[in-house]
């Protein structure tokens, strides 16, 4: 049985106060929760408040991307070693939007995922197709061939303990969620694809579903067998909001 992990992506959003609420809000709801294990993804100026406010909780923390240097000259990059530093369990690597807005490929993505996970990082990987590619019918040749990148680079074995993240583009931030259905058609390419490889990988690996989730439609979604959670952007920021999705998540289980 594989634990649910819902994440929060605040992605570029917050404020000290803020923070502090919001942080306040999930701690307050969070003993509810014990069968999912729930963390959040702040910017990172915000990752030592997070680490301050979180000690003692079972709430992890991660940053959202990473640098794949180590140190040195590049200015506005931040290393593994830092977020290990200030106490980072996760760091998000491929979210859609470093991929369109930065110009991340799969090489890159993938490289990321090694570096997080040599220094110690766990990586969420995100993967997902645009609409025009939904609607070409290569839904699934995107997804292997940005998972095929990570496989190449480090093995099979790396995606052991690891998270992917489907997250149709096209979903994310639009107010559109995938079907059910249609979630659990990819999340099951992706965990068939594994499988073909590595069964006891497979059979561990967590995908979460990333996309307009939301308290309301997030209980159908969890039913689904092979989503294992959710990466959560818009309604990461709103605790009762947020608490909401880890409860369908825990109930699923
Ligand atoms: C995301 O950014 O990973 C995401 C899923 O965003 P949203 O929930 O707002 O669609």
Same mark, same amino acid.
Do not use: H
């Given at each position: 049985m594989r634990q649910p992990l819902v994440a929060g992506n605040w992605k570029m959003n917050g404020s000290v106060g803020s923070v502090r609420e919001l942080l306040a809000g999930i701690k307050a709801g969070i003993g509810a929760i014990d069968k999912c294990e729930v963390a959040v993804c702040p910017p990172y100026i915000?990752? #030592? $408040? =997070?680490?301050? *406010?979180? =000690?003692?909780?079972?709430? #992890?923390? &991660? &940053? $959202?991307? /990473?640098s794949t240097e180590t140190s040195g000259a590049f200015t506005g990059e931040v290393a593994a070693s830092m977020l290990l530093?200030?106490?980072c369990t996760y760091v998000i690597v491929g979210h859609s939007e470093r991929r369109t807005l930065y110009g991340e490929d799969d090489a890159l993505v993938a490289k %990321?995922?090694?570096?997080? $996970?040599?220094? &110690? /990082? %766990? #990586?969420?990987?995100?993967? &997902? *197709?645009? /609409?025009? *590619?939904?609607? %070409?019918?290569?839904? *699934?040749?995107?997804?292997?061939? $940005? /998972?095929?990148?990570v496989i190449k680079l480090e093995g099979i074995k790396a995606l052991a303990d690891g998270v992917i993240a489907y997250e149709p583009v096209w979903a994310i931030g639009t107010g559109k969620t995938a079907t059910p259905e249609q979630a659990q058609e990819v999340h099951a390419f992706i965990r068939g694809r594994i499988k073909t490889r590595d069964a006891g990988v497979a059979e561990k690996l967590r995908i979460q579903y990333g996309g307009s989730m939301k308290p309301d439609n997030a209980a159908e979604l969890m039913a689904k067998p092979d989503i294992d959670g959710g990466l959560i952007g818009g309604a990461s920021l709103k605790a009762k909001d947020f608490l909401g999705i880890c409860k369908a998540a825990n109930d699923s289980v």
């Open positions: 915000f990752i #030592p $408040q =997070a680490q301050t *406010e979180l =000690a003692g909780t079972p709430i #992890p923390w &991660g &940053g $959202q991307n /990473l530093d200030f106490g %990321k995922f090694a570096v997080a $996970q040599a220094a &110690g /990082l %766990k #990586p969420i990987l995100c993967v &997902g *197709e645009t /609409l025009d *590619e939904r609607e %070409k019918g290569v839904t *699934e040749e995107v997804v292997a061939r $940005q /998972l095929d990148a």
